[in-house]
């Protein structure tokens, strides 16, 4: 799905890039709460322009949590669904879309120990290592995954 141009914007300035593959990327250091704060401020930003209550959550390399924010009225299930992207996104390489993907045609996916098949996680690339990742819940899956 398309990403909005702000965010983009905010990604290359920091040089966070999203992985879209599973390869053989290092886990490196960078990810600083400065960097989580904008990742997050851009992310709400496109919820409010589109009227979606959401919850952002942005990990480190480790999957610890760095920023968390939570919109006005949004669904409280969106908290620990936000975090568990994030987490999904960063420990197994890969965002999010990837697991929801295969579960349409391989349902042994959904027992994978802590993975979530549901769109809206994204790894955070600095320099060609994974830094940590960004998970949003809080609308349908292609909304969570239109930051």
Not at 15 to 20: D, E, I, R, S, Y
Not at 93 to 119: C, H, M, W, Y
């Amino acid at each position: 799905m398309k990403r909005s141009t702000a965010v983009m914007a905010l990604v290359a300035a920091f040089a966070l890039v999203p992985t879209g593959t599973a390869s053989a990327q290092a886990y490196g250091n960078g990810l600083n709460l400065e960097m989580a704060r904008k990742c997050i401020a851009a992310s709400e930003a496109e919820a409010r322009k589109n009227n979606w209550n959401m919850a952002f959550t942005v990990v480190d390399n480790g999957g610890h949590l760095v920023a968390f924010a939570r919109m006005d009225n949004t669904q409280l299930g969106s908290i620990r669904i936000s975090q568990a992207k994030a987490r999904t996104a960063n420990n197994f390489k890969r965002p999010t879309k990837v697991f929801q993907d295969r579960a349409a045609t391989d349902v042994a996916v959904l027992g994978l120990p802590g993975a979530i098949p549901s769109e809206g996680g994204i790894p955070l690339m600095l320099e060609g290592k994974i830094i940590g990742a960004i998970g949003s819940s809080g609308g349908t899956s292609a909304q969570d995954a239109h930051r």
